[in-house]
């Protein structure tokens, strides 16, 4: 899977649950929640004010280091 600012949460946590843990250390406490599941990456970083490139970048790498 790649992941870009537009890719939405639930698609992320859905292609490997061990994702989760990106979501928590940037305080994204809510992931069972339909609101955040449907929310884009992007979205979710402006609101915790985490920087998007940095999670894609971090969460690219745990999907390449899977392969």
């Known amino acids: 899977m790649i992941v870009t600012k537009d890719t939405v949460i639930g698609d992320?946590?859905?292609?490997d649950?061990?994702?989760a843990v990106?979501?928590?250390e940037m305080g994204?406490?809510?992931?069972g929640c339909p609101a955040a599941r449907g929310e884009?990456?992007?979205d979710a970083c402006e609101v915790h004010g985490v920087s998007a490139d940095e999670m894609v970048e971090k969460i690219n790498a745990y999907f390449a280091s899977k392969e």
């Open 12 to 15: 992320i946590l859905d292609a």
């Open 17 to 19: 649950r061990e994702t």
């Open 22 to 24: 990106y979501f928590l």
């Open 28 to 31: 994204m406490h809510c992931l």
């Open 40 to 42: 884009s990456l992007g």
